[in-house]
């Protein structure tokens, strides 16, 4: 009898551990991260000024690594200036006066009046409580954020 319940009980034991990873397996749960949920509560931010609309959105954080942000540029006045080189015309600075330009545009969506694409910040975001991204075009167009981290 004793031999019977060693052999029964690695079996159980075994079956416990898969029924508890299935789900996991399966669904392949994913925890967000502090980085993410700080994406989540920035906000799209729009400014338009000279016939110019620049709309622009955090939408990934990932931390020591980069900050994603969706851009789109609108013109129906000046539509050669939205032939400007996107990484030469943008800053990022947070509150510690950290400041870099980023490092790839990748552009989404391209008309004769509107480009939109996403450009890539190499600047960590871990300790900071704010940040600000200067897009220069005509002029000096300021987008901040405060973190809200949880």
Do not use: C
């Amino acid at each position: 009898m004793v031999l019977k319940k060693r052999k029964f009980f690695p079996r159980i034991l075994i079956l416990i551990l898969l029924i508890g990873l299935i789900p996991f397996l399966y669904f392949k749960v994913k925890l967000p991260s502090k980085a993410q949920d700080i994406t989540l509560n920035l906000s799209h931010q729009t400014s338009i000024e000279n016939y110019l609309k620049i709309d622009v959105k955090p939408i990934q954080i990932t931390q020591n690594k980069e900050i994603v942000f969706s851009v789109q540029l609108e013109s129906y006045q000046n539509p050669d200036i939205l032939d400007l080189d996107k990484i030469e015309m943008a800053l990022l600075e947070d509150n510690d006066g950290n400041v870099t330009k980023p490092t790839v545009w990748k552009e989404i969506k391209k008309t004769q009046y509107l480009r939109s694409g996403l450009l890539y910040f190499p600047l960590s975001v871990e300790q900071a409580k704010s940040i600000k991204l200067t897009i220069f075009e005509l002029e000096e167009r300021n987008f901040e954020w405060k973190m809200l981290n949880p």
